[in-house]
């Protein structure tokens, strides 16, 4: 096991170091990122400092290194836009994102395993074919479809706070992630019902299924404590990865509700290429993306021996 | 509440396999019309197996036609429009539809409609180019790196794995932000996206077809490497590779719409769903005016789930083990 999780944080620190290489590359090498575009002008001025804060004026690998370095103590520069500290907005906005994903999380699990464990457990009856015909739509309809349909159904009615926010109405953080977390849920919960029924399915046709049935358990504790436990493997491969995309920021979900996170933040950013704060929200969502599914692996292969074989 | 005995289900799965090939074949009347005329058809055997496993999903054949009737409206898009979906009306915006406009009118008075079909083409065209070449890089890296092993497999998968660790659309967005606006942008940077799967899933089934024993065969009497991988393992290894990259046009589509919705991909000179679902965004609460965005909903939850059900079924009816 110890070798096998060597291995796996070897390999995700390449990957990493190659991404956050590639991400260098392109945003600053193949594209100048202090250089006026469109109708945007950057004085001069501005463009010497910045050039002169991330080494810009130095040979290419001094560069990277200074990029690296930069990264590492949190010094991302000064916002184009605002000439705000790019790192306060972000630290303004992780926690936000983190909360949403968190949340999302938590709604799909719930969701989606109950509608999992209920389609397996009556195979074939209408609450089957009807928990796919849902599942189905929920993964084929795109999630800014969903996010649309929510906003202009259900926001500014009853709890939900309006879309667009005015600056006189304050509402609480919970009002305002609940139409968000239950948009970015919906498509998770759709695929974790998939998979729960898939891989429950498989499960109760095992032998030692049978063999719990044979020695008179109640149905209740077959599914709940034999069946479930080992079905349960591939819903957490998948919720671990989809966390480690949730918390790079929910680009869509955040700019339809207009929700304060990294995902709006960088939406925002890329329609007026401000660069600087691109560059750490981008390596940002790559290293939590790579250290989950990393995580994921190991915990995986700590719950199902098999996988260390390989 | 009484739960039903679960064992009932068990000897469901003990029918021998001839008794079900029979329950599946024979309500079928096409299926035993079709050996009075095998001579005819006899070269392509296979491919009429596939289409008699695909009729019998409906689910797929509804989405046949759908994906069908698509083309036909992106490959007849300027006849069918009655509008240009660029002309701008400004005394006549935000209209609801009307026997003039079927889909009403969007903000600067273009007609919905032109705009929607028009959207169609841009989407066949991402989706099947993004297909085609995600599908050829994927199948000559995939095989390359499963039949040769070695320092080459190890450098293509490495490759993979770096590609894989962007998050989908926050990669397309990268992409898109190093080679500028343009269709071919776009669909250039959804290619690179979705090669490395194609060329995992197509490494996968070279590695387990290298060492059989047909290879082998050809092997010994002296084809060539590149006959080999070509006219031996190709036709065997390819039907994983082929429905993901089948099932993969409608990711694309959603991609390209999602992209346009944030306002970067394709430019603003192109009627596309995600862009009109943008514009829409400012009077989405005002009454009578939802048209604006439903309509290119719609359209977008019609195409996905016509190539999600196509795929669907090409799964099932090409490879059955794959299920």
């Given at each position: 096991m110890a070798k096998f999780i060597t291995r796996r944080l070897a390999h995700a620190v390449l990957v990493i170091i190659a991404a956050t290489f590639l991400i260098y590359l392109g945003l600053f090498v193949l594209g100048d990122p202090f250089a006026s575009s469109g109708e945007k002008t950057v004085p001069p001025e501005i463009q010497e400092a910045l050039r002169e804060k991330f080494g810009m004026n130095q040979p290419f690998f001094m560069q990277y290194l200074t990029y690296l370095q930069n990264m590492f103590t949190f010094d991302f520069g000064i916002d184009f836009e605002q000439r705000r500290d790019v790192g306060e907005m972000l630290a303004a906005a992780v926690p936000a994102t983190a909360r949403l994903a968190v949340i999302a999380i938590l709604i799909e699990i719930v969701i989606g395993l109950t509608a999992g464990i209920v389609a397996a457990v009556s195979q074939y009856t209408f609450r089957d074919v009807f928990i796919t015909i849902i599942t189905t739509l929920g993964i084929g309809i795109p999630v800014f479809v969903i996010g649309i349909g929510l906003r202009a159904g259900l926001s500014g009615e009853w709890v939900f706070p309006a879309v667009?926010?005015?600056?006189?109405v304050e509402t609480p953080w919970w009002q305002e992630i609940i139409l968000p977390a239950f948009t970015l849920a919906i498509l998770d919960a759709a695929f974790i019902a998939r998979l729960m029924r898939g891989s429950m399915l498989e499960v109760l046709r095992a032998d030692y299924v049978r063999t719990a049935r044979a020695k008179g358990l109640s149905e209740r504790k077959v599914i709940g404590k034999h069946a479930f436990r080992n079905s349960v493997i591939p819903v957490v491969t998948y919720t671990g990865v989809s966390l480690g995309v949730l918390l790079g920021g929910a680009l869509i979900t955040e700019t339809i509700f207009e929700y304060q996170g990294l995902g709006f933040l960088l939406v925002r950013a890329i329609q007026q290429h401000n660069n600087p704060v691109i560059v750490p929200i981008v390596v940002f969502a790559v290293l939590t993306f790579v250290v989950l599914s990393t995580l994921v692996d190991i915990l995986y292969a700590y719950l199902d021996p098999r996988i260390r074989l390989h | 509440m009484t739960t039903p005995p679960q064992s009932g289900h068990e000897p469901d799965t003990h029918v021998p396999a001839e008794v079900l090939m029979t329950a599946f074949e024979s309500p079928d009347p096409d299926a035993d019309a079709v050996p009075s005329g095998q001579n005819k058809a006899k070269a392509s055997g296979q491919l009429r197996d596939i289409w008699r496993r695909y009729k019998r999903n409906k689910l797929a054949v509804v989405g046949l036609v759908v994906v069908v009737f698509l083309m036909f409206l992106a490959i007849l898009q300027p006849w069918i429009?009655?509008?240009?979906?660029m002309e701008q009306n400004l005394l006549n915006t935000?209209?609801?539809?009307?026997?003039?406009h079927w889909f009403g009118t969007d903000s600067l008075g273009r007609d919905m409609f032109s705009a929607i079909i028009y959207g169609v083409r841009l989407a066949m065209i991402v989706g099947w180019s993004v297909m085609f070449l995600s599908l050829v890089v994927g199948l000559a890296l995939g095989a390359i790196a499963g039949y040769r092993g070695g320092a080459i497999d190890s450098l293509i998968m490495r490759v993979t794995d770096i590609v894989l660790a962007f998050p989908a659309l926050i990669g397309a967005i990268l992409v898109v932000q190093i080679f500028g606006n343009g269709v071919w942008q776009v669909i250039i940077a959804l290619a690179i996206l979705s090669w490395p799967t194609a060329a995992r899933l197509m490494r996968g089934s070279t590695l387990s077809l290298r060492e059989s024993e047909y290879v082998e065969a050809a092997r010994s009497i002296g084809a060539s490497d590149t006959r080999i991988v070509t006219k031996h393992i190709l036709p065997n290894a390819i039907a994983p590779t082929l429905i993901y990259s089948f099932s993969h046009i409608g990711v694309a589509v959603v991609a390209m719409a999602s992209l346009a919705f944030l306002g970067i991909g394709i430019p603003a000179d192109k009627p596309e769903w995600g862009r009109m679902i943008a514009d829409a965004v400012p009077s989405l609460n005002v009454e009578g005016q939802a048209h604006m965005w439903v309509f290119p909903s719609l359209a977008i939850v019609v195409t996905t789930l016509a190539f999600a059900f196509v795929a669907d079924g090409l799964r099932d009816s090409i490879d059955p083990k794959l299920r």
């Open positions: 667009p926010r005015s600056f006189t | 429009t009655p509008y240009d979906p935000e209209n609801p539809p009307s026997a003039d």
